[in-house]
Structures are given as C-alpha cells and as structure tokens.
C-alpha cells in the first residue's frame, strides 16, 4: 500500500524509491508488470521487446532496399518490389508513432504536479 506525501522530503523519498524501483513503490509495481524484476538498472523485458522491435523495423527497410536495388538491375518482381516497399513504410510509420507517443506520454508525466 502506498503512502500518501506530506512533505518536501517524503516526496523526494517516494521519487528515489519509484527510481530505484523498490518493492511496495509504483516504479517497483510497474517494473514487476513489465517482467523488469523491479531493477531500474535491469534491462528488462519491455527493453527487449523495443529493440527487437527496432530490428525487425531495420530488417524489413534493408529487404525493401535490397529488392528495389534488385529491380533497378531488373533482377526482381516489381510485384515483390511494391510488396516490400509498402511494407517498409508502414514500418516507418509506425515506428515513427509509437515514438510520438512516447514523446508525449513523457511530456505528460513532466506535467504532473508533485
């Protein structure tokens, strides 16, 4: 259960511990719903799942790359081509998305009133 903050001190307290992800606090409640194991130095499985994430999305332009350089040789489908160029932007696009989200849900955490 959390306390509620009644002072300058107790809140910088309540930040330390949220940072370091300690048991009872809610840095330590989200860190065990992430699989983190409350660390905040631990890497983590939300981490992991964001750089894989980043790979596949390099993966996936790199394919398209590769096959529009196929075609400019004509050693390629067009169809493939169109196929794996499309898929390269809807990859960037979304990579693109969910790092405004990010952004902003950063900005609305800043916001918040201590």
Request: without cysteine.
């Amino acid at each position: 259960m959390l306390k509620p903050v009644t002072s300058a001190a107790s809140a910088i307290a309540a930040y330390d511990s949220v940072a370091k992800g300690a048991p009872g606090s809610i840095g330590g409640s989200i860190g065990k719903g992430l699989g983190t194991g409350g660390g905040a130095g631990d890497g983590g499985a939300f981490a992991d799942l964001v750089k894989s994430a980043i790979q596949e999305a390099a993966r996936i332009g790199k394919t398209a790359e590769q096959a529009s350089i196929a075609a400019v040789n004509d050693r390629a489908d067009i169809g493939k081509v169109v196929t794996a160029v499309a898929e390269a932007e809807l990859t960037l696009q979304t990579v693109v998305t969910v790092r405004d989200r990010v952004i902003e849900a950063y900005r609305e955490i800043m916001r918040m009133p201590i």
